[in-house]
């Protein structure tokens, strides 16, 4: 399946939605705004950020059973595809007023982080390693219930 870097094909790959963020600009810059009851509609239990990225890395290759997560690119910018087992997309994450929301059950695989990306994570949930599927063909056997 050939996929578009700059968005989904269809709704092929529902289980994620872009959002932008409250910005207000003014003489001295910009001030974006998460706020839980408006740009994510769960609780953040958990802050966490990726930075310092080595050439060609790459991160993700799982899915989460439960998490909800909003990821934004604060800084740089990085790919992320998605897979949710009927679909996939790919998205290139290079605004800080630019939020990707990903529900459960979403394989995501994260590549081309420019040395300066900074990769922020809200998360519903305290971190847990029961939530993480790591095996793709365990990922679709799961979806299948
Ligand atoms: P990992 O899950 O490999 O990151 P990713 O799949 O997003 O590339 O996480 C790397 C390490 O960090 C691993 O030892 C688990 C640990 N970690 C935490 O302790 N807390 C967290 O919230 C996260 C996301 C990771």
């Keep these: ?33 998460i706020e839980c009851g408006r740009e994510v509609r769960f609780p953040v239990r958990r802050v966490y950020y990726m930075y310092g990225a080595g050439a060609g890395s790459a991160r993700g290759a799982h899915a989460h059973r439960k998490l909800h997560q909003l990821i934004v690119a604060m800084q740089g910018s990085f790919e992320i595809s998605l897979d ?13 007023t630019r939020g990707l929301y990903l529900g459960p059950m979403v394989w995501r695989d994260m590549a081309e982080f420019s ?23 365990s990922f679709l056997q799961e979806l299948r219930g």
Excluded: K
């Design 1 to 33: 399946m050939t996929v578009p870097a700059d968005g989904c094909p269809g709704a092929a790959a529902d289980g994620h939605r872009l959002t932008d963020l409250r910005r207000f600009a003014d003489a001295r810059g910009n001030l974006a705004v």
């Design 84 to 96: 949710n087992g009927r679909g996939r997309c790919v998205h290139r994450l290079d605004e800080p």
């Design 115 to 137: 040395a300066d990306s900074i990769c922020f994570v809200l998360a519903s949930e305290c971190y847990d390693d029961a939530d993480y599927i790591r095996d793709y063909e």
